[in-house]
Nanobody
């Protein structure tokens, strides 16, 4: 099993920045790609960003491309999501996820690509 714990959420004004962290523990050697998803009230959980094992490949939802940046520190078993130029529509609970798939034809953009999930951290962007 792998445990994921997110941190770094909070309240920020539009145009501001936040950095989310996701610390993994347990059988982290079984996981490869990591991803971030978000879920706003009344909406489906949606893909935000993903990163492969080495960190050399990153993928983003169109809605966050150019504003968000995903990275990872494998020595610390931690993945990050840097969020800049935040908008009110970015308000959501953000979830970290870990995949045991070495390869994904969807670049780990789907929920079914992931095997482990964190409990989520709230991000609220005020206008």
């Amino acid at each position: 099993q792998v445990q994921l714990v997110e941190s770094g959420g909070g309240l920020v004004q539009a145009g501001g920045s936040l950095r989310l962290s996701c610390a993994a523990s347990g059988r982290t050697g079984s996981t490869f790609a990591m991803g971030w998803f978000r879920q706003a009230p009344g909406k489906e959980r949606e893909f935000v960003a993903s990163i492969n094992l080495s960190g050399g490949y990153t993928y983003y939802a169109d809605s966050v491309k150019g504003r968000f940046s995903i990275s990872r520190d494998n020595a610390k078993n931690t993945v990050y999501l840097r969020m800049n130029s935040l908008k009110p529509e970015d308000t959501a609970v953000y979830y970290c996820a870990a995949s045991e798939k070495y390869y994904s034809s969807t670049n780990w953009r789907l929920r079914r690509d992931y095997d482990y999930w964190g409990q989520g951290t709230q991000v609220t962007v005020s206008s």
